[in-house]
């Protein structure tokens, strides 16, 4: 079916200037042309919008957690089907929310995985999902409760075998302590250089880009000198990182909302003692280092890690006006990072709107480059060249 829409402000995804009353037409999946706004399409349906933006990638996602406030009791309570449910869900409210492509940086069984492969085949409503699989963290670590314990460089070569055999797309790594789990600190290696490299090195030869967690300054370190592809969260950068990610091309991945939230949301009593005193030091340092690399050009990719508490996968839009105001983009540049960024981070087809690419894509009722805050509850979300979500 052949959909046209005419809009006033069209943002191709990247920092190019916006073009001015055109029409896109779309047709099998992709977009045919952008012509003038007076140009007759012969479209079954035409559409109005404020405003234009390609859908949103979310690089980091947990789509079997909803944002509980103790989200690790939480998830260890979850039966598998209840998680698979609760998956299922997630990933319809994020398509519904404007979010038509997701990365999923860890999970439980294949959920993420077998809900990626039902997704494409037309059975569910969600968006593209790019999955990890299990992460891989070392024995105790960081999300060992839900990850791929391993420990040494072959087992961490086995692992991302393991990972591929059930159907991942990209590894994702625990270098650090993390916030969520009891007892690992935030600040400490987990992972060594040697067990990352080892695991980079097994997944590029089979195509698959590798993402680390990191908060803490060396192990945010021995992840980029060890390869990765990107850094997630990165909050405890220092210049020497900075420069580090610069001379391997690396992306960070900023999940400022995955802290911002938690910060919020202290005074409600409901998230355990220890993830509001981690993320609480965490957020008094965050925002001053991820705007100082991406003021010395590191190159930042939208991601929210949402899941994690009070950080819904319906919220992107949060993400993304928390780069603006606490990083100094523009709304334009923001939008970038969650667009064309973020497709370039996942090596996705996706990202921009030019002739030829896939019509994943936003109408808006606002100008979202004017002000981000118009990315809340896009009026139509269009996936795939068909309508995936209208608001009356
Ligand atoms: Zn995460």
């Known amino acids: 079916m052949r959909i046209a829409i005419r809009t006033g402000t069209l943002y191709d995804g990247t920092d190019a200037a916006p073009r001015t009353n055109v029409t896109l037409v779309v047709e099998d999946g992709r977009i045919a042309r952008i012509a003038g706004s007076d140009e007759p399409t012969d479209a079954a349906r035409t559409y109005e ?58 999970g439980s069984e294949s959920n993420a ?46 692992a991302v075998r393991e990972q591929r055999k059930a159907g991942a797309e990209c590894i994702k790594l625990i270098a650090t302590g993390g916030v969520l789990t009891k007892g690992a600190v935030p600040g400490l290696d987990q992972l060594t250089e040697e067990e990352m490299r080892a695991a980079i090195v097994e997944a590029s030869a089979h195509g698959m880009r590798v993402a680390a967690h990191a908060i803490g300054t060396s192990g945010i370190k021995n992840a980029l000198r060890a390869g990765v592809t990107s850094i997630e969260h990165g ?42 005193r ?45 780069m603006s105001t606490v990083l100094g983009m523009t709304a334009q540049q923001a939008l970038t990072a969650a667009t064309s960024t973020a497709a370039e981070l996942l090596g996705a087809d996706a990202g921009v709107l030019a002739p030829g690419r896939p019509a994943d894509l936003l109408l808006l009722s606002g100008d979202a480059g004017a002000d981000v805050r118009a990315l809340r509850e896009p009026r139509v979300v269009i996936k795939g060249g068909a309508v995936a979500h209208e608001r009356a």
């Open 49 to 106: 919008a404020a405003s234009v933006i390609p859908g949103l990638i979310n690089s980091h996602v947990h789509l079997e957690v909803n944002g509980e406030p103790d989200t690790s009791t939480f998830f260890l309570l979850r039966t598998p089907v209840e998680r698979t449910l609760d998956a299922a869900r997630n990933a319809r409210l994020a398509l519904e929310a404007g979010v038509t492509t997701v990365r999923d940086l860890g």
């Open 113 to 158: 995985i077998a809900l990626r492969d039902a997704i494409a085949r037309g059975e569910h409503a969600g968006p593209t999902i790019i999955p990890a699989g299990r992460a891989l963290c070392m024995t105790g670590g960081h999300g060992a409760f839900i990850g791929r314990e391993t420990d040494g460089p072959w087992d961490a070569r086995k």
């Open 278 to 322: 981690k993320a609480t030091e965490i957020y008094h340092q965050a925002g001053d280092n991820i705007r100082k690399a991406y003021r010395a050009g590191v190159k930042i990719a939208g991601g929210s890690d949402a899941g994690t508490p009070y950080n819904r996968h319906e919220d992107y839009a949060y993400e993304v006006e928390l």
């Open 235 to 276: 909050h405890l950068l220092d210049d020497e990182a900075i420069e580090l990610f610069k001379a391997r091309d690396a992306y960070l991945v900023p999940t400022l909302a995955a802290v911002w939230r938690i910060f919020e949301n202290v005074a409600g009593g409901a998230q355990p003692d220890y993830v509001v």
